[in-house]
């Protein structure tokens, strides 16, 4: 399985930015599409953001869509989220997950259990005045 590193969390204040990093291991297979989740307190997990192995195709969530933008550099085994316009909503730990093998809207859509996927240890976001 990938090992996989978020950082780039922190505390911000509403209306802030910031740019979350989620670095592999090794060398990012093909097939592997890379996804951003968040886990509230008191609340499920949610798929905010994934993108295809080539990057060629992305997926958001509504909560999400049109502040946040998902960007991977295969060359440094890097993926990006670039978050705008935060909300206090959008506190939680953010995680970076890898599966293969699957459509970037299907890992995002929370339908998928992503059981082999593997896991970040997370970055704490904090959007708060």
């Known amino acids: 399985q990938l090992q996989l590193v978020e950082s780039g969390g922190g505390l911000v204040q509403p209306g802030g930015s910031l740019r979350l990093s989620c670095a592999a291991s090794q060398f990012i297979p093909d097939y592997y599409a890379i996804g951003w989740f968040r886990q509230a307190p008191g609340k499920e997990r949610e798929g905010l953001s994934c993108?295809?192995?080539?990057?060629?195709?992305?997926a958001y969530a509504d909560s999400v869509k049109g502040r946040f933008t998902i960007s991977r550099d295969n060359a440094n085994s890097m993926v990006y989220l670039q978050m705008n316009s935060l909300r206090p909503e959008d506190t939680g730990v953010y995680y970076c997950a890898a599966e293969l093998g699957i459509h970037p809207s299907a890992m995002c859509s929370g339908y998928v259990r992503l059981d082999q996927a593997s896991w970040g240890q997370g970055t704490q976001v904090t959007v708060s005045s």
């Open positions: 993108i295809s192995s080539s990057g060629g195709d992305t």
